[in-house]
T-cell receptor
Framework: QQQVKQSPQSLIVQKGGISIINCAYE??????FPWYQQFPGKGPALLIA?????SEKKEGRFTISFNKSAKQFSLHIMDSQPGDSATYFC????????FGKGTRLHILP | KAGVTQTPRYLIKTRGQQVTLSCSPI?????VSWYQQTPGQGLQFLFE???????NKGNFPGRFSGRQFSNSRSEMNVSTLELGDSALYLC??????????????FGPGTRLTVL
């Protein structure tokens, strides 16, 4: 049973465009929702995170939108750059961190 | 500050063998978690250790085990290797477990190939 569902699996965006990755969850006990970025040959690195009592969090070009009633959250990357090309994972935590299956993002130059 | 280090980075084993992977957390971090990453299943939680005690465990068979030492370094062991154990094994450390915004820092992983 997949507790955190992530879509799309892959995404191609033009440079300067907006990249949007969506996640949905079922467990209302989750209390922390991080997003991780992973480059080939590297471990995941925390990008941005949000708590369920906040509807939006912005850090630079990265924004998390959180809809508690719908049990959905999304990552928006504004002004996407080729250097943003990576795999992105959403995650949720109760007593451990559960990851979505990842989105492979490719930004066209 | 040095990051999370994992050794070895690459490992090739044959079915039936056992393997031990090592993780050194960031200095001062006392919690270490292990994950298995595969293309099909993504990142799956194996277990978490804090103060030398297993605090949490994922849904993996008993062939997967781990331990943590007094200096917070951790090892995981996989016995009787199967082809399906081929994966990237990631270690992550954090200051203390379970706290909001307690960031986990990942190491580069150990790539295990089982032939």
């Amino acid at each position: 049973q997949q507790q955190v569902k992530q879509s799309p699996q892959s995404l191609i965006v033009q440079k300067g465009g907006i990249s949007i990755i969506n996640c949905a969850y079922e467990n209302t006990a989750f209390d922390y929702f991080p997003w991780y970025q992973q480059f080939p040959g590297k471990g995941p690195a925390l990008l941005i995170a949000i708590r369920p009592d906040v509807s939006e969090k912005k850090e630079g070009r990265f924004t998390i939108s959180f809809n508690k009633s719908a049990k959905q959250f999304s990552l928006h990357i504004m002004d996407s750059q080729p250097g943003d090309s990576a795999t992105y994972f959403c995650a949720a935590r109760d007593d451990k961190i559960i990851f979505g299956k990842g989105t492979r993002l490719h930004i066209l130059p | 500050k040095a990051g999370v280090t994992q050794t070895p980075r690459y490992l090739i084993k044959t079915r039936g063998q056992q393997v031990t992977l090592s993780c050194s957390p960031i200095s001062g971090h006392r919690s270490v978690s292990w994950y298995q990453q595969t293309p099909g299943q993504g990142l799956q939680f194996l277990f978490e250790y804090f103060s030398e005690t297993q605090r949490n465990k994922g849904n993996f068979p008993g062939r997967f085990s781990g331990r943590q030492f007094s200096n917070s370094r951790s090892e995981m062991n996989v016995s009787t290797l199967e082809l399906g154990d081929s994966a990237l094994y990631l270690c992550a450390s954090s200051l203390i477990p379970g706290e909001a915004y307690n960031e986990q820092f990942f190491g580069p992983g150990t790539r295990l190939t089982v032939l």
